[in-house]
Nanobody, 126 residues
Framework: QVQLVESGGGAAQAGDSLRLSCAAS????????FGWFRQAPGREREFVAV????????SYANSVKGRFTISRDNAQKKVYLQMNSLKPEDTAVYYC???????????????????WGQGTQVTVSS
């Protein structure tokens, strides 16, 4: 497993931008795909975005497509989520997660991720 620590959350106004970071340690960073998930109060944890092992493949939930960008820096062992044009419905705890599998069909499903960070709160007001 890898150990993950998220940062960069906070309060924002609708239309603002935030960038979340996820720092990894432990197992070989480049062996993992990394996803961002979020969970709002009373709701299931949902897929937001994923980047594969070398950064060549990314995928996004429809709700964030065109507004959020996921990226990774294998040298720094970090994953980023750039969030633009934030909306109140983006309010949630955001989690970084690591997936050892390379099958892209698995990526939207949280069950395939074996390491999770503690989460960082993002609150967007209108």
């Amino acid at each position: 497993q890898v150990q993950l620590v998220e940062s960069g959350g906070g309060a924002a106004q609708a239309g603002d931008s935030l960038r979340l970071s996820c720092a990894a340690s432990g197992r070989t960073f480049s062996n993992y795909a990394f996803g961002w998930f979020r969970q709002a109060p009373g709701r299931e944890r949902e897929f937001v975005a994923v980047v594969d092992r070398n950064g060549g493949y990314t995928s996004y939930a429809n709700s964030v497509k065109g507004r959020f960008t996921i990226s990774r820096d294998n040298a720094q062992k970090k994953v980023y989520l750039q969030m633009n044009s934030l909306k109140p419905e983006d309010t949630a705890v955001y989690y970084c997660a690591a997936c050892y599998y390379s099958n892209t069909d698995y990526y939207p499903n949280k069950e395939w991720y074996d390491s999770w960070g503690q989460g960082t709160q993002v609150t967007v007001s209108s």
